[in-house]
């Protein structure tokens, strides 16, 4: 099976525009996660997508947002770029919902770095 | 929210065994502990994951005391290509369904020849 890809693997913007991310799951995975991931902050969690709803969401501002589509697939999306948004973001699909008891093991992609000039 | 907190690296010989501790304080008694490991320029790669006292696989055990205020992730006999990041995170299970995933700030293990 193909693993989770991200697209485009590197990117570069400004402050003030915005920018999509694209994930594509593994095959059959309906469950997509979205982590931000920076030297000082570390990994943390953005949003949960389960059959294109949002299931949970981190605490981050209105500017993350997201989205999946009917074949699993997900966008996120951040508005007005910060210098502080510079980060590797990453996604993680899973066969089923994410929880806080046991949970289906996640399988991460290789990230998107974006760098905000 | 639970806090996590990791050593930020350690050093270890090939073929030795290596524990890496995770504290987490005020954990509910089925919050799930999931240990990942990291390369370079990858994603993050699951290792092992439990809630309770101790779970092996072909790769890593982890330990959790009765007490749940921590847990270790062994690696028993390590070699050159463990060299990476390893994150522990806790899920918590919150009202009405939801969640929070907290990681902790990652241990860099360098194997050392």
Known sequence: ?117 | LAKTTQPISMDSYEGQEVNITCSHNNIATNDYITWYQQFPSQGPRFIIQGYKTKVTNEVASLFIPADRKSSTLSLPRVSLSDTAVYYCLVASTGGAGSYQLTFGKGTKLSVIP
């Open chain 1, 1 to 117: 099976k193909a693993g989770v890809t991200q697209t485009p693997r590197y990117l570069i913007k400004t402050r003030g525009q915005q920018v999509t991310l694209s994930c594509s799951p593994i095959s059959g995975h309906r469950s997509v996660s979205w982590y931000q991931q920076t030297p000082g902050q570390g990994l943390q969690f953005l949003f949960e997508y389960f059959s294109e709803t949002q299931r949970n969401k981190g605490n981050f501002p209105g500017r993350f947002s997201g989205r999946q589509f009917s074949n699993s697939r997900s966008e996120m999306n951040v508005s007005t770029l910060e210098l502080g948004d510079s980060a590797l973001y990453l996604c993680a699909s899973s066969p089923t919902p994410l929880a806080g008891t046991y949970q289906e093991t996640q399988y991460f992609g290789p990230g998107t770095r974006l760098l905000v000039l």
